[in-house]
């Protein structure tokens, strides 16, 4: 059964740099990628990027300066990285399967200022 | 990038209804059309695939459909387990790229 979990730090201060994990079960990073999803309060859905099977990377070109996504297959986690965080980061952020057929339950991160 | 021009962007319906929202493609993207609800406080869930295949376990009350660019999702007979958003994305091109959503309320 294919599953991924989120974790990382609630609350983040502005300018500095959030640290989420993607930990999945019931497949291997070196078979399939896995998206980065995130969600405003009351808004929609943005796709932010995704590490492949081989380990490439692509990005959204809005966030690409900022943002770094990386893995370690042998614990079977994805790791994003964005910097220079602002309070328009706050977020639910959702880490997915390629074919966004399976999702995790969210990790909410809220910006201060 | 590929713009999704999704509507409406709120919707109220009586339980029976038929509803249908609809996401509009800037450019072609073949049936390359997925389908999401996500019920308040959950993660997404994909519904439709490839622009017209049913996820299984969903009801078949849910279809998909395409006319040109414009894409629809239509539920045939609504219920209230129905309330939701739903959100369109095309994934024919990176960056991937979703509509703005539409809130689906029971009148």
């Known amino acids: 059964?294919?599953?991924?979990?989120?974790?990382?730090?609630?609350?983040?201060?502005a300018s500095e740099t959030l640290s989420l994990t993607c930990t999945v079960s019931?497949?291997?990073l070196t078979?399939?990628?896995?998206?980065?999803?995130?969600?405003?309060?009351?808004k929609g859905l943005e796709w932010m990027g995704i590490i492949w099977r081989n380990g490439n990377t692509?990005?959204?070109?809005?966030?690409?300066?900022?943002?770094?996504?990386?893995?370690?297959?042998?614990?079977?986690?994805?790791?994003?990285?964005?910097?220079?965080?602002?309070t328009d980061d706050t977020a639910i952020y959702y880490c997915t399967t390629p074919l966004m057929d399976a999702w995790g339950q969210g990790a909410s991160v809220t910006v201060s200022s | 990038d590929i713009q999704m021009t999704q509507s409406p962007s709120s919707l109220s319906a009586s339980l029976g209804d038929r509803v249908t929202i609809t996401c509009r493609a800037s450019q072609d993207i073949g049936n390359?059309?997925?389908?999401?609800?996500?019920?308040?406080?959950k993660s997404p869930r994909r519904m439709i695939y490839?622009?017209?295949?049913?996820?299984?376990?969903?009801?078949s009350r849910f279809s998909g459909s395409r006319s040109g660019?414009?894409?629809?999702?239509?539920?045939?007979?609504?219920?209230?387990?129905?309330?939701a958003d739903y959100h369109c994305l095309q994934s024919i091109q990176y960056p991937l790229t979703f509509g703005s959503g539409t809130k689906l309320e029971i009148k």
Do not use: H
């Not at chain 1, 900022?66 to 220079?84: E, G």
């Not at chain 2, 390359?32 to 406080?41: E, S």
């Open chain 1, 1 to 13: 059964q294919v599953q991924l979990k989120e974790s990382g730090p609630v609350l983040v201060q």
């Open chain 1, 26 to 28: 019931g497949f291997s």
């Open chain 1, 31 to 42: 078979n399939y990628g896995v998206i980065w999803v995130r969600q405003p309060p009351g």
């Open chain 1, 58 to 86: 692509d990005y959204n070109s809005a966030l690409k300066s900022r943002l770094s996504i990386n893995r370690d297959t042998s614990k079977s986690q994805v790791f994003l990285k964005m910097n220079s965080l602002q």
């Open chain 2, 32 to 41: 390359y059309l997925t389908w999401f609800q996500q019920k308040p406080g």
């Open chain 2, 50 to 59: 490839g622009a017209t295949n049913l996820e299984d376990g969903v009801p």
């Open chain 2, 69 to 83: 660019s414009d894409y629809s999702l239509t539920i045939s007979s609504l219920e209230s387990e129905d309330v």
